[in-house]
């Protein structure tokens, strides 16, 4: 997964440095890298379990970013909109 979002920050980023319209490999984007990360901390806190949500952590910390991350810009929901919205733009006309 983290392979992944680095390939597609990449691409997002190659396809902006040559003029086209990023808009919806940005919304993929950064829906897709803010559920990786979340999926991460979690998974990291449920492996070091109670001591994984104390404020003495760094975890505790990542969560409470990646949370703000999620919502920052635009909630993961309205991405997804964007997204569907362009993969279905051909198929209104039909």
């Known amino acids: 997964k983290i392979h992944a979002t680095r390939m597609m920050a990449l691409n997002c980023a190659w396809k902006q440095d ?5 808009k919806t490999e940005a919304s993929m984007l950064k ?20 001591m994984g949500m104390t404020k003495d952590m760094p975890l505790h910390i990542l969560g409470s970013e990646i949370r703000t991350m999620r919502i920052y810009d635009g909630p993961s929901e309205v991405h997804r909109m964007v997204v569907a919205r362009s993969m279905l733009k051909g198929y209104w006309s039909l």
Do not use: I, L, R
Not at 18 to 22: A, E, K, T
Not at 33 to 39: F, G, N, R
């Open 18 to 22: 040559q003029g086209m319209d990023v």
């Open 31 to 50: 829906f897709y890298a803010t559920e990786m990360a979340t999926d991460a901390v979690d998974k990291s806190m449920q492996a070091w379990g109670a």
